[in-house]
Every structure is written in structure tokens, then in C-alpha cells.
């Protein structure tokens, strides 16, 4: 029994409605603080009607034409109401809603005119994200994929003075942009071969197993490019800690609960048709691992509190990737879920304290537990969640996936898995020590947060820990490992030692570690190289071929086009000597043309 | 089936030929009136804007063939007839037409030179581009593409602006004896490259007029014909280059650089927005229409070199250090894209065609005159100097990052309904592998457009300019009208396709495939 | 006896004579009189004809040209001479205004 359709549509259309006043009526928007009422009165809207759709459980799907074409609409938009959507929709209302609120303290700061476009775009980006996981088809998928990509380059830009902001604004959207190549290739030979962008359709063709197309892994392997570009797996992942360039509520909702999961979404949602190319998620799976483990080595070594958090989200997204490839979509999409609630805490509290502090430098940092303690509690719930430590969220959804992967039979990608719970718990009670205990240097007088800030904050905190125990609540998840359990507290614990023992206690020095594990380190601190290839690629094979096509242009094609038109202007400067003015000359030439045509005349007899 | 039925009020007619009475009018009663010859203008552009919506609006989608038809015959004993209709694709670009004057005339509101000149000839020029587009006689679609080519010579070198280029390379020689960089240098350039096109394209329709028994210069007449093959393919290839020239196909687009950054503002957004796509109608109308077997074996032709267009054109346009170089080769670019729709063969691939140039032609209207607004405020087109732009014009960064998005097909916007049906129609057509230099340039669209974006107006303020304001008064007309319509566009797409559609299925149909 | 044959020579050689000079004299006369010379050189043709085919045609046609050669001189040497008031030079080198 399909439920109506026009609550999810009213979802979809709060932020729609916000936006477009926010976008059209100019004096509203540069009122600042009022424009920020309108998008979160909007929001508020939203929540409660997603509240609303995922409680009843509603199950819709309409779709309307968009391209028409001959025999029928190429393309249709709609809305497709499932559990999964559902989900999705409470997340991302439930987070945008918070951040939003967040924000008005966090920018209180800015020109009023700048607020607004702020919350322009946060409406922007609501609407675009909603759309994303309502979509019934790759293409309206894909056109709200894009959009999201565009509301991050405006969002990590939105203090574009800064020419390093500007930079990462940009340099999100273009790596992005190249997954999304491979993504539209992928869906323009999947419409090419089955005539369809619809889920539903695709579905029901690959249960009568009337989709055994040539090329079919080629073609989700494309699709799953898009992924690895907005999902920040490797090598695409380079964008997301350069985009911490941008407000701290925007890397909580936008780079780490709703936009970099848009490819696990992706993932899960069409896993019907993943489960039809077994070698695609094979390779899913061990990108996903492979990142996980990489990002995690990464965040060992950075200072920056917020660039720690960006690798954390790289690293959890490989553990959602890796479950979707080892077919436990459902365990991934949990992790999707929680580590949307706790990661957004974690970067919210950054936030305050960066706000307090003034500097993103852990080592500016130091004893804010004793300055900021409502703050320091919230971070620590999670860091324990991050970590994996029961009875909290992360540590349900995080035994979900290892014990996924471990069905699965990938043996490697569990173990790359197991090393990087060992290494987040590690990095992040690095953190922990460093910025919360221990000295403090902090200039200035770190102050706790504004309410408006702290709500939030609690909110979060208080659903991390609620989840947790619903999750431990619910029937138990059969068949994992009964080792699994053990095995995984015992990383997370044996990463809080090592942290403990590193940065607490002094027992081990960190610049000895960092010695002996020379190389690691000296790679680790330089991301591997990667960034700098991308760079080296874009100025040495882009730009400089662009500058060479640009000289033969006008030298060359360009350059023969003058010579014709010199040649000719020369011809005529010559021919010029024919007209002497001098009548004699005349003469002479009518004289000379007398003569060939007699003699031609002649000849020709 | 082909309905040619007398239209009751001769709406076409009237479009076209009423911007040309403003021309008269101006000419003879507002010489020295600079505010009577600017309301002259917008009226009468405003009228024929007003009638192409109206008669886009009663358009029948469900009946082929060309609706709002007049016939006057001129010389019968040759054949000639002036005679006008409109099918999908001429209507909308006839509503493209429209769209792009009207900004053009709000944009040109501060021309201070000569103006009434000015607005006489870019008149005439448009009335050369509406008879285009519904012209049925094929002689007097020559005539009006004559009509629209040669004021360019006037308005460029009156009107224009020189820059500097330094000859370098081995034939810098001729660059310096031909006065490279000139206004005068482009406007000459431009009109002899063009008209030397039209020259081909007369001849191929001589060929087809002795051919078909040179009775009629009737496009109805041709297209009921059956040429022999030999002679589509030739024919064809005259077209594809007297109209490709116009178009801006490699490698005889360099007219369209020069000439674009010289001209003024609105003949800019003519030239680029409507006039290149006037080439790519004429393939597509005379070309395929009336060749379809010459069109089916030359294809591969069309495609291949619609590819190089891509990606050169996006390469290039990376490389320019003038505003207004970027925006050029970013059309012959896009131009590339319409190219590659049409030479598909496939119903997407043909209405993406239709759609880019609809679509392109608002996009490069808008660049064009935010550059010239740019232009006006800071008084240099050099990117190297600008930043930070977008905190003190927010009005015109915003347009223009609108129209860069629409450029690099970000959806919502119409580009990307444009190019998502061009893909379709590649991957669909003979040759798949167009697919991929399509989607690469799309690529290398967002690089060098939003690197253009960040360098001019998303970045730290430059120091060399001061005082900058955003557009006012009858500027924002323009900006406003031409963001709207690539926003209502990219999401209402079915408005330009379903009667497009209606035109091209039957022009399809017509072409065998080799 | 002397034929038709030595008459046309010698028609021609004047022609030839006249030609050359008209082509080669800078003096703005002396081209005049290579004009005159090649008008002679006609009229010896159109004689010659006239007395060897019998037919007085020819010697009408020499009168003719005699008469119009006369009017010719007179105009041409007006022109040289209005020429020479304003250029103050007869010289067939320097009368090049028609130039190009």
C-alpha cells in the first residue's frame, strides 16, 4: 500500500522554499540573522515532516517527465520513499538542522550580508542533498550529486578572501569532477544498453535476469568512480582535508554526515546491481580498506585538529565502502549512520574549541578539559564512539562491518581494517590527551561555548549514546564471530594505551616512534606524495598543455591564416607596378596583348 | 505530412522585418535623438520578442512541418519567392534570437558614440538573422545571411577596441604587415572569412538549384527531391564548410576570437550567441535536411572534427590571459558540443544539438556582457590584474558564475540537459567513442572556467583596481533575463525539446544510415 | 616592275618606326609624330591596295585619315601644350598621375 507522497515532497520542498527566497529576495537575505530564521524555520519544518515520514515507515514512488523525447520522457524525476530514504532524510534534516543553529553562533561575526548568503546556500545544499537520496533514478541521483558538489564549492569558498580557501573550493570541485566523468559515462552506457535510469526498472530487470548486458562491471565500475570521487576513496580522497578550508559547521554537515556519504548511499541503494558484478565489489572492497588504513596513517601525524578529523571521515568512509563491497550494505549504511551523528559531534566541539582558542594547532592547545569541560565531555563521548568502544553507536556499527567483511572471506581487507581501528582510536585519543589534558599553552581565555553552540553539542552526544544502547538493545547480529567482539575492544583499547602511553604519560617518546618509523613518517607527513602529483599533473599536463594549444592556436593556425593574408597584400603591393600612370606603358602593354593574340591566333588555326 | 497553411496575421514577417524598421526610423528621425534612438530600439526588438514568445506559445507540437507560413513570389521566372516558416528548431532559435537582442540593446545603453549608427546597423544585422531562421527560399536566405554578415565590418571597426598582440613564431612576419590586434584587423578578418564561407555556400545551392531543374529556390521544392549521391556528398561538404565557418569549426575559427574580443558588447552576445549557431542551423537545416545521404556519409567528418573543437577550444580558452579570448574559445568549444549533437544522427544526440545552441547561445549572451560590464568598471580585460571582484560586484560575480556553471553542465542550469542528450546521441551514434572527448571537455570546461572564476572574482582583492561597482539600472535587465531563462531552462527542459522534438524526428527519419 | 609586296614592307617598316617611337620618345612631340608616322604608314598600305587592286576605296579611306590625322595633331598638340602650362614638363616620363 503506497503511502502519499506529498510529505516527502514537503521535505524536499522546505529548503527548496527557503532558497529560492533566500536567493530572490535580496533584502531578506542581507539581513543576516534573519535570513538564518527563515532557513531554519525551514529546516525545523523539515525534521519534523522526516520525522514523520521515517516513523511511518511510509513506501512511495511517483515519478514526472523531465525530457521528453519520441517514444516517451528520457529522463523523469520523482521521489522514491523507501526505508532507506527514509533514513537518509532524518539524518541529513536532523544534522543540517543542528549545524544551521550551530552556525548562528559560530558566524555570529560575519557582515550580515555574508550570513545570508551563508544560509543561502545551507538552504541550497538541504534541498540538494534530500534530492539526492529521494532520487527514484540515476539521473535525478546524478543531478543532485552535482549540485551537492556545488554547494561544497561554494560552502569551503565561502571565505574566498582567503586565496588557500579559494584553492580548496575549487580543487573539491575539480577531483570530485572526476569521478563524476566516470559516473556519467557509466549511466549514459547503462541507459544506452537497458533504456532506463529508473532503480525500480533496473531492479526488476536484474531479477529476471534480463540484465546480462557485455560490459555490465565496466559500466558499474564507472558508476562506482562517482564513489570513490564524492566519497573521498583513494586516489580521489585528496580534496576532503584541503576542504576543511571552510566554516566548521560546513565540514560537520556537508564533509562529514550527508555529502562525502552520498557515494555509500549510491553504493547501497543499487546494490542489486553491484551484487550482479562480484569482481566491482571486490575491488570496492579492498579500495575501501586500502583507504581506510591510509587515512588513518595520516591522521597520526597531523596537528591540525580538523585535518585529524578529515582523515578520520576518509578513513570511516573506507569502512562503509569496504562493508558495501563485501555485500554487508546494510552493516555499511549503519556506519553511515552513526558515524554521521558522532562525527558531526566531534567537529562541532572542534569547532568551539577552535572558536575559544583561535587556532586549529593541538600543540597551541592544551588542558581545555579544565577550561571547556561540557566541551571536552561531548568530544570524548566521541572519541569513544569513533573508537569503537561499546555501549555507544560506533562500536555496533563498526563490529557490523568488520564482521561483514569477515563473511565475506576478505581477508585482507579485514586486516587493514582490524589495523586502522587500532590507529583511530590511537590518533584520536592523541588528540584527546593533547588539546584536553596536559599543559595548557592556550592564548587567550578559552571560555565554554555559547548555548547555542553547546545545544547542539549535547544533542548529538546524548543521541550517540542513545543509539547505542537501542542498537545493543535489538536483536543480535547472527552469525559474527564471537571472537569479533574481544577483537575489537581490545584494538580500541590497545590504541587509547598507546596513546596514553605516547602523549599522557611520556612513557614513549613520539619523536623516537617517529625515528624508528622513518620513512612511514616522512610519507605520512607528506600525504604519500599524492597531492603533490595531482598538482604536478594539473600544472605540468593541463596548464602547460593548455599554454601550448593556445600558442599554436594563434601562431600557427592563426600564423597561416596572416601569411595568406600578408601573401596577398604583397601580391598587390607588386602588381601595383603595372599601373604606372605613364600612358607610354600603356601603349606598350596593348601593343605586346596584340601580339600574343595574333600569334595565338595564328597557332590555333 | 507538411501543413502550409497561410498564416491569418504574418507573424514572421513582422519579427523580422520590424527590428529593420527601427533601423529606418532611426536612420531618418532620431539622427541626433540618443534617447529616441534607444527606446526605437527597444521597441521594436521588444515587439519581435514579444510575437516569438507568442508564437512559440501556439506553436502545434503534434503536426511536422512548418507552421506560420507566407509565400509572396519576387521572380517567378527564376523561381525566387519570399517565403517564410518555422518548424521546432527555427522557432526556438528565433526565441533565442529575441532574447539575446533585448539583452543586447539594455546592455549597449551607455554606447555613447555615434549611437544611432550604432543601433541602425546592429537593427539590420538582426533582421539579417531573423530572415535566417525562417527563411524558406533559399535564395533569400542568402540574401539575409549577407545582410547578417556585412554590418559586422562596420560595427567591429567603428565600435570595437584593439588590443595588442605581440607576432611571435615564425610567421611573425605577416603578423606585423597585417596589423594583428587591431580592431580594424578584426573586423576585416571577420568578414572576409565569413563572407568567403558564403561563398561556398552559394555555391552549393546553385548546385542544388540547376540540379533540381531550376525551377525554385524553394526549400520545400529541394526537399521533396531525390538528389544523386555523389552530388549530396559535395554539396554537403560545401555546406558543412560555408556554414562550418560561421560555426567555428577547426581550423577555420580564428576569425571568432579576434572578432569577438574586439566587438563591442552586444555584438559580441549577437555574434557569439546567435550568429555561430546560424552556421551549425544551416548544416543541420540545409545540410541534413535537404542531404540526407551526403549528411549519413559525411557524419564521421562532422563528428570527428566537432571533437577536436571540444577539447582544443577548452584547452585554449585555458591559456587566454583576456577575458574576453576566454570567452571566445569557450564558444568555439561549445560549438564543437552542437556539432557533435547534430553529426549523431540520433534523436538526443540532434535535440541536445538544438538545445546547446539554444542553450549556449544565453550562456555566451550572459558572458559577454558581464564582460563588458567588467570591461566598463575596471577598464581592462587583463585576468592577471583582476581579483576579488566578488565583494565588491557580487550582482555580476554571481551571473557569472551562473553562466559557468550552466557552461560546464552543472544540472538545473541548461547546459546540462544539453550535454547529457549530446552524450546519449554519442554513445547511441556510429562512431561511440565521441563520447569521450565530449565528456573530457567537459572536464576541462570546469577547470578553466572556475579557475577563470576564482582568479577574477572569488579570491583575495587585487590592488590594482579601486572604487568597482556592481551593474546598475538597465544593466541589470540584461543579467537578470538571461540568468533566468538558463535556470528555467535547465529545469523545465521540456519547454525548447518538445517542439524541437517535433521537427527533428521527421529530419531523421530522412537519413539513411551508411 | 615593283609589287604589292615592297609597298607592304615598306608600310610596315614605317608602322614599325612609328610604333617604336611612340613607344620609346620621352617627348611628348616626338610620341606625336610616332603616331603620325604610323598613320602614314596606313595610309601607304590603303594606297598601295587602291592602285594594285584597282579599287578607289582605298584612296577615299586615305583621305579620310589624312583629314582626321589633322585633327588629331591639332587637339594633341593643344594638350601638350596645356600640359606643359601646368607641369612645365613634356617629358612622357614624368606625366604619371594616373599612377596606381
Known sequence: MLSPVWLPLFVLGMPFVAFVLLAVVAPLRRAGSRAALVSIGAMLLAFAAALAVWRGAFVAETTWAWIPADGGPIATVGLLVDPLSNAMLVLVTLVSLLVQIYSLAYLGDERPASLGRYYTYQSLFAFSMLGLVLAPGFLQMFVFWELVGLCSYLLIGYWYERPAAARAAVKAFWITKLGDIGFIIGIVLLWSATGTFEFTELFDKAQEHALAIKGLPTIMFLIYLGAVGKSAQFPLHVWLPDAMEGPTPVSALIHAATMVTAGVFMVTRTEPLFAMVPEVLTLIAWVGAFTALLAATMACVEDDIKRVLAYSTISQLGYMMAAAGAGAAYAGFLHLLTHGLFKALLFLAAGAVIHAVGTNDIFRMGGLFRAMPQTGVVFLVGTLALAGVPPLAGFFSKEAVLGGVWEAHFTGPFLMLAATALLTAFYMFRVVFIAFFGRAHAGGHPHEAPWLMRGPLWLLAALTVLVGIRLGGAEGHDATPAWLVPLSIGLAFAGFALAWAMYQRGAIDPARVATVLGPLDYLARRRYGIDALYAGLYRGLILGFSRLIGWIDRYIVDGVLNVLSALTLRGGQALRGIQSGRAQDYVYGVAFGMLLLIVWAQLWR | MIRQVLSLVPELSIITWAPFVGALLIMFTARHRPRAVRWIAAVTTGISAALSIRIY????????????????????????????????????????????????????????????????????????????????????????????????????????????????????????????????????????????????????????????????????????????????????????????????????????????????TAVSMLHAGVLMKLGAYGVVRMGMGLLPEGAADLAWLVGTVACVNIVYGALSSMAQTDLKYVIAYSSVSHMGIVMLGAATLTGPGLNGSVFQMFAHGVMTGLFFALVGLVYEKAHSRDIGKMGGFGKTMPGIATAFTVGGLSSLGLPATAGFVAELLTFLGAWRSVHRWWLFPAVAGTFLTAVYVLRVAKQIFWGPPSSQFHDLEDARGPEWVALVVLVFVLVLFGMVPGLAIAPVDTATVPLLARIVSP | MIGLPAYLVLGAFVFSIGLFGVLTRRNAVGILLGIELMLNAVNINFVAFARFNGDLTGLVFTLFTIAITVAEVAVGLAIVIAIFRVRRTVEADRLDLLRG
Not at chain 2, 179 to 205: N, P
Not at chain 2, 207 to 224: I, K, Q, R, T
Request: negative net charge; proline residues 4%; hydrophobic residues 55%.
Open chain 2, 57 to 264: 506559445a501556439t506553436y502545434d507540437q503534434d503536426v511536422a512541418g512548418f507552421q506560420f507560413y507566407e509565400k509572396i513570389p519576387l521572380v517567378p521566372p527564376l523561381g525566387i519567392s519570399y517565403e517564410v516558416g518555422a518548424d521546432g528548431i527555427s522557432l526556438l532559435m528565433v526565441l533565442l534570437t529575441s532574447i539575446i537582442i533585448v539583452a543586447g540593446v539594455f546592455a549597449s545603453w551607455t554606447v555613447q558614440v555615434r549611437s544611432q549608427e550604432f543601433y541602425a546597423l546592429l537593427l539590420a544585422l538582426v533582421t539579417g538573422v531573423y530572415g535566417v531562421f525562417v527563411s524558406l527560399d533559399l535564395f533569400v536566405l542568402f540574401l539575409f545571411y549577407e545582410l547578417a554578415v556585412l554590418p559586422m565590418y562596420l560595427l567591429i571597426g567603428i565600435w570595437g577596441s584593439s588590443g595588442e598582440v605581440r607576432p611571435r613564431g615564425i610567421f611573425a612576419w605577416a603578423f606585423r604587415e597585417t596589423g594583428v590586434g587591431t580592431k580594424e584587423y578584426a573586423a576585416m578578418k571577420l568578414t572576409l572569412y565569413l563572407l568567403f564561407g558564403s561563398a561556398f555556400i552559394l555555391v552549393g545551392i546553385l548546385a542544388l538549384y540547376v540540379n533540381a531543374g531550376a525551377a525554385s529556390f524553394s526549400f520545400l521544392d529541394f526537399e521533396a527531391t531525390a538528389f544523386p549521391r555523389a552530388l549530396q556528398r559535395w554539396v554537403f561538404l560545401a555546406f558543412y564548410v560555408g556554414f562550418g565557418i560561421l560555426a567555428g569549426i577547426w581550423p577555420l575559427h580564428t576569425w571568432s576570437p579576434d572578432g569577438h574580443a574586439s566587438a563591442p
